[in-house]
Every structure is written in structure tokens, then in C-alpha cells.
């Protein structure tokens, strides 16, 4: 088992930088392919990006690509999301995730199986 500990959310003003970052414990983390998600209120948690047990693969969202970077450090067992020129709609909760390493890297949630509790992140105009 895996657990994961957001950190690094706040307000920031649009057009500004915030890096979020995921703790991991328990399992092997090189074990573990991680995603970032995010989700607003009525709306079904969406996929941000993911990044491979290696860090040498990663995926993107059309609505983050070119302004967000995944990133991990297997010694630290961190995964990070640097969030540039962040506009209001980035504003959400986020929340790290776990992905088995034994599959490709995934964008679909139910392909992760475990989750932190989230981070808000409030991006104001």
C-alpha cells in the first residue's frame, strides 16, 4: 500500500507559478507510475498529467500542456507539478495518484489505485 501527501497549494494571482508537490510512503516507489488530478465542485475529478515510474515518459492534458511540468525525484519519493502562467480555471482541488508500474502510463482514474487527500489551489483574476 501507498500513501500520498499533498503539499504546496494556495492563491496565486493568474498568470503566476505554484509547485505542488506528492509525498509518497509504504510500497516501493518506483513501483508506481503518478498522476496528477484535479477537481472542482459538481464536476468529475479530471486528469492533469502523469509521468512514468522512471520519469523518463509523461502526458499532459490539452488544457495544461506547455504551462504545467510533472516531475519526480525517486530518491526524495516526491512527485511534483510545477504550475506556470496558471489561469482561473486551473483553480481546484488537486490530488496526487498512484498507477501499478507493471502498465502503461494512463490518463483514466480508475486505472489509479491510490489517491492523497488534495490540495486546493486558487488561482484569482
Known amino acids: 500500500q501507498v500513501q500520498l501527501v499533498e503539499s504546496g497549494g494556495g492563491v496565486v494571482q493568474a498568470g503566476g507559478s505554484l509547485r505542488l508537490s506528492c509525498a509518497a510512503s509504504g510500497r516501493t516507489f518506483t513501483s508506481y507510475h503518478m498522476g496528477w488530478f484535479r477537481q472542482t465542485p459538481g464536476k468529475e475529478r479530471e486528469f492533469v498529467a502523469v509521468?512514468?515510474?522512471?520519469?523518463?515518459?509523461?502526458s499532459y492534458a490539452d488544457s495544461v500542456k506547455g504551462r504545467f511540468t510533472v516531475s519526480r525525484d525517486n530518491a526524495k519519493n516526491t512527485v511534483y507539478l510545477q504550475m506556470n502562467n496558471v489561469k482561473p480555471e486551473d483553480t481546484a482541488v488537486y490530488y496526487c495518484?498512484?498507477?501499478?508500474?507493471?502498465?502503461?502510463?494512463?490518463?483514466?482514474?480508475?486505472?489509479?489505485?491510490?489517491w492523497g487527500q488534495g490540495t486546493q489551489v486558487t488561482v484569482s483574476s
Open positions: 509521468i512514468s515510474w522512471s520519469g523518463g515518459s509523461t
Open positions: 495518484a498512484a498507477q501499478s508500474a507493471d502498465r502503461r502510463i494512463a490518463s483514466q482514474r480508475e486505472k489509479y489505485a491510490y
